[in-house]
């Protein structure tokens, strides 16, 4: 961090605690300073206990977690995977590395998730083509649930397997049950700036204890069981160090605080941005779901006020406080250009409106006095 950054606020940056410091030393007193050891099947262990998954597998990244996820549903070259356009760049790439072409579906208005019905006509096209994608990326978008029963239903009726993209929502819950354990994948990330990190890393699991077997084998570059170097498949080096995995017991001790002081960040400024004109906050969660608040979102209505999302994120940067557009629909990204899509005028619209506000866990009440009377005198 440069020296006038010291009172910059960021978005989401890491908030490590004290425990962190102590496996990352046992692990290099141990000398298991490698891809393999004791934080990393603590890490995995952990990762089960919170999730209720039965097994878990971690890696260098999240994205690296959905290319073995989509390989093991099958992925492959010519095929189509389901996507959502309102998302990260990371949960589609994958189905590119594959070779298989993603068709990109609208979200809804309240959680900003895949819209099922959309899917729906997006599935019923498909068929009539007599053609049925490989495999359904399902996204919680900043931590919000989509709304799992009607999605998975949908999925269900056309034979279509879901991968959860929970990268963003670890912590969340759906009718009780954490989210990433609804899909026949999951996938989490623990980036710098996501809400518990090991400064780069992610994690898939799944109940298929050969699925999780294979993901492991795949990870270590798919090594056959002889003496010498012998590779019948294509392997990749994505497992995570034990010094990371170190760091991520040390987080994941946190989880439920993190999530509760996120959640609080979203009310409190709820209730000191209430009386901006035209300013909203956003998604909502669905019947029976409960998010960590990853970010802080908010939409400006052009209805109520003239100040664009762009005006007030260049205001905030004149107080040294970073925000962020939402994310920019793939379907408009260059490098998807030509891909099918359905729908698109919910997403795109919450584009052009919404703005993400700091939100890390480690953020004091003054902190978010800065932001609110910043936010308040952009208006
Ligand atoms: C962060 C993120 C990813 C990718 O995770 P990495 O660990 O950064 O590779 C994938 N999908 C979504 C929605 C994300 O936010």
């Given at each position: 961090m440069r020296s006038q950054d010291y009172d910059r606020l960021y978005l989401s940056p890491p908030h490590l605690g004290r425990h962190e410091l102590n496996y990352l030393h046992k692990a290099i007193e141990d000398n298991w300073v490698a891809p393999a050891g004791p934080n990393l099947d603590g890490f995995e262990r952990d990762i089960c206990e919170f999730t209720g998954a039965r097994h878990c597998v971690a890696l260098t990244s999240g994205t690296a977690a959905i290319h073995l996820g989509l390989r093991l549903l099958g992925v492959g070259p010519g095929d189509e995977v389901m996507c959502p356009s309102f998302t990260f760049v990371a949960t589609a790439n994958p189905i590119a590395y594959l070779g298989a072409t993603p068709v990109f579906v609208d979200s809804?208005?309240?959680?900003?998730?895949?819209?099922?019905?959309?899917?729906?006509?997006?599935?019923?096209?498909?068929?009539?083509?007599?053609?049925?994608?490989?495999?359904?990326?399902?996204?919680?978008?900043?931590?919000?649930?989509?709304?799992?029963?009607?999605?998975?239903?949908?999925?269900?009726?056309?034979?279509?397997?879901?991968?959860?993209?929970?990268?963003?929502?670890?912590?969340?819950?759906?009718?009780?049950?954490?989210?990433?354990?609804?899909?026949?994948?999951?996938?989490?990330?623990?980036?710098?700036?996501?809400?518990?990190?090991?400064?780069?890393?992610?994690?898939?699991?799944?109940?298929?204890?050969?699925?999780?077997?294979?993901?492991?084998?795949?990870?270590?570059?798919?090594?056959?069981?002889?003496?010498?170097?012998?590779?019948?498949e294509l392997g990749y080096n994505y497992r995570l160090s034990n010094l990371l995995a170190g760091i991520g017991r040390g987080q994941m001790e946190l989880l439920e605080d993190r999530v509760k002081r996120r959640r609080a960040i979203y009310t409190w400024y709820q209730e000191h941005l209430r009386d901006v004109p035209g300013l909203r906050f956003g998604p909502a969660e669905p019947a029976g779901g409960h998010a960590?608040?990853?970010?802080?979102?908010?939409?400006?209505?052009?209805?109520?006020?003239?100040?664009?999302?762009?005006?007030?994120?260049?205001?905030?940067?004149?107080?040294?406080?970073?925000?962020?557009?939402?994310?920019?629909?793939?379907?408009?990204?260059?490098?998807?250009?030509?891909?099918?899509?359905?729908?698109?005028?919910?997403?795109?619209?919450?584009?052009?409106?919404?703005?993400?506000?700091?939100?890390?866990?480690?953020?004091?009440?003054?902190?978010?006095?800065?932001?609110?009377?910043?936010?308040?005198?952009?208006?």
């Open positions: 809804e208005a309240d959680t900003w998730n895949l819209c099922p019905e959309r899917l729906r006509e997006a599935l019923q096209a498909r068929q009539q083509q007599g053609r049925r994608p490989k495999a359904l990326i399902l996204v919680h978008l900043y931590g919000m649930p989509a709304r799992l029963r009607e999605v998975l239903a949908v999925a269900e009726e056309f034979g279509v397997p879901v991968l959860e993209d929970a990268a963003e929502a670890l912590g969340s819950r759906y009718e009780g049950r954490p989210l990433g354990t609804f899909g026949a994948v999951g996938v989490f990330s623990f980036n710098g700036n996501k809400i518990l990190t090991t400064s780069g890393g992610g994690a898939l699991v799944t109940d298929n204890p050969q699925w999780a077997q294979k993901a492991r084998f795949w990870a270590t570059q798919a090594k056959d069981p002889a003496p010498y170097y012998q590779h019948s960590n608040r990853w970010l802080t979102t908010i939409l400006l209505d052009p209805a109520e006020t003239t100040v664009t999302p762009e005006q007030l994120r260049q205001h905030l940067e004149t107080h040294n406080i970073e925000s962020r557009p939402l994310w920019k629909p793939l379907h408009l990204q260059p490098l998807f250009a030509g891909a099918p899509m359905f729908g698109g005028e919910v997403c795109a619209a919450l584009f052009a409106r919404g703005l993400c506000l700091p939100s890390g866990s480690a953020m004091t009440d003054s902190d978010l006095y800065r932001v609110a009377s910043a936010v308040t005198g952009a208006f």
